[in-house]
């Protein structure tokens, strides 16, 4: 199955946009667990509340070997038809992408990963080759640096100027061949979520950034669903750490619900 | 010890501008050999030759957790005395990018590491915070699919226009208030190598690309050597797969040895 029908039999069926990011921190997690039995609990309580789950590699190799291990057992964790996207923003030269892409689509699974578009189209080949694999390109991202070199205003080849990161949702349509590429485009510009999405209407999107980052939630799902209704909200902390206590699954676990049925609602 | 003191005295006693590049690829080394051994094996017969190793975090990944537990006992292996830049690009947003400055830096312990600038100022930062590191910033890179965003003409705050990676050396440069600011410029582009070096004469660059990617030595050297002679030449398959028989460890050596005093010939 590909990737794209995969996510919308998970979102039909838990009737939800809602992606929970996998970012384990020790130092928000409840005392006395390791990353797998936090990850677990978790899943355990909102597997019928999400789209997909997203866990960013960062947190996993920021603990080593035993960081590599719990994110393997956590993948084995996941139930079958929820999609599970690597947040890794990879991008190398195409040797090495090819290894990455390896790595993430084979060694481990995972049906979908982000990739950063810097290095240009070799360096995102090799994940799109993955025909059945979903490649979300960043291209709007959340943080407040993001306009560093985004927002800069660049020459088309038609003496046209457009920011950095439209010139990037220009070329994902041009590379997606197969129908598995989307954008990453962060809630917390709203007005730049609005425009991608008129202008790219058949792409996914990943949508991060609502929450601890600021972004709202409904101007993230009225701007960013599409005709297809391919908006993926994700949360991290705001759902993780909802309780640092005992009952931090069944808080997370509310914590999702309530914001699946937002999501909802503005979708409605 | 800060980064550049310790590539200093490494390109000093070694009388080397050769990085060598471990990037260990099952499909290309010796039959019947882990890649903690054929590592080891390389680094015992190079590391009197070159001023840094750079592993690329992409070939230990594909390999999952036994990968990373083969790059924990390859830095094991190389004399303390060897910088050791990981080769991962990274980039998210700030507390993410936090985590994996940890990981690689505390975790694994390297001296400096390539970061994407695609994400902006506070993507970078807290890998800058570590003031003893290196920081590589990716700028031109080696690939041929370079062109496609880092080339775009952009509008400065003057209204000048200038190239996408003009713009974040210019960045980058902004950013090195600890010295510890490098850049990525492949040797494959001489010209813009040449001209980035004579814009930005204080940044250490890291210059990959020569050998199996096709860059000129000569030119690499010539162009890229600041007032410092901080350029570091980087080679991988070149050295590390001059044999896939029982000698691939003095067949490297052999290849590092004429590669280290071929660079150091142009630079006299």
């Given at each position: 199955m590909i990737f794209t029908e995969k996510l919308d039999q998970a979102m039909a069926r838990n009737h939800s946009r809602l992606c929970l990011g996998l970012d384990p921190d020790p130092r928000l997690?409840?005392?006395?667990?390791?990353i797998y039995e936090f990850n677990r609990a978790i899943i355990e309580a909102t597997a019928d509340l999400v789209c997909a789950y997203k866990p960013n590699l960062a947190f996993y190799e920021a603990c080593g070997a035993t960081g590599m291990v719990a994110l393997q057992q956590t993948m084995a964790a996941i139930p079958r038809h929820i999609p599970v996207i690597a947040d890794g923003k990879r991008g190398d030269i195409g040797n090495t992408a090819a290894a990455y892409a390896r790595a993430l689509f084979?060694?481990?699974?995972?049906d979908a990963a982000t990739v950063n578009p810097y290095m240009g189209f070799d360096s995102v080949e090799p994940f799109l080759k993955y025909q059945d694999r979903g490649v979300f390109i960043?291209?709007?991202?959340?943080?407040?640096?993001?306009?560093?070199?985004?927002?800069l205003s660049c020459q088309t080849d038609d003496g046209h100027f457009i920011p950095l990161f439209e010139m990037v949702a220009r070329k994902a349509r041009e590379w997606n061949k197969a129908g598995n590429v989307g954008l990453v485009v962060g809630a917390t510009y709203p007005d730049e979520l609005k425009k991608l999405r008129q202008n790219f209407p058949e792409l996914p999107f990943l949508i991060p950034g609502v929450g601890a980052q600021g972004g709202e939630v409904e101007l993230a799902v009225r701007f960013g669903s599409g005709p297809r209704g391919r908006a993926i909200i994700n949360s991290s902390r705001q759902v993780l750490?909802?309780?640092?206590?005992?009952n931090f699954a069944a808080a997370a676990r509310e914590a999702a619900l309530k914001l699946r049925d937002q999501i909802n609602q503005y979708l409605a």
């Open positions: 997690m409840p005392a006395g667990r390791d084979e060694t481990l699974g995972y960043l291209c709007r991202t959340s943080n407040a640096g993001a306009a560093d070199f985004q927002s750490y909802a309780s640092r206590e005992d």
